[in-house]
């Protein structure tokens, strides 16, 4: 993509959350969309090609899990999808790869963490 910024949905119900994520991203360069849960983020996923999914576990109406599930069955081009939850457990990281999340970062995330694991998934912001 020349010139143009790596587009990432950020698929969370927290606002502060979502805040939070959009500033460091957009500071590294990406152009940041949001979603309040899993319904939204599906039907913005499938109206507009994003290159990196931030994905959290616990939302109303359709959580990440689902969300993802449902966007892997979709016959489009598929980008890498990063899961976020406060969930630790061995048995959350597994549910999260067969639902089909590509890496799995625990919250609280520190922004140098969740920009190396952005540029390693999709290259830099610009």
Request: hydrophobic share 45%.
């Amino acid at each position: 993509m020349t010139n143009l910024s790596k587009r990432i949905l950020v698929v969370d119900d927290a606002a502060t959350v979502r805040m939070y994520h959009r500033t460091i991203l957009e500071g590294a360069g990406y152009a940041v969309s949001e979603a309040v849960n899993g319904i939204e983020g599906l039907e913005k996923a499938l109206s507009v090609p994003y290159d990196l999914y931030l994905v959290d576990v616990n939302m109303p109406k359709l959580d990440g899990y689902g969300f993802l599930r449902a966007l892997r069955a979709e016959t489009i081009a598929q980008a890498p999808a990063v899961m976020i939850s406060t969930e630790s457990q061995g048995r959350d990281q597994t549910a999260a790869f067969v639902a089909g999340a590509n890496y799995y970062l625990i919250k609280p995330i520190k922004p140098q963490e969740l920009l190396a694991v952005c540029r390693m998934l999709v290259g830099a912001g610009v």
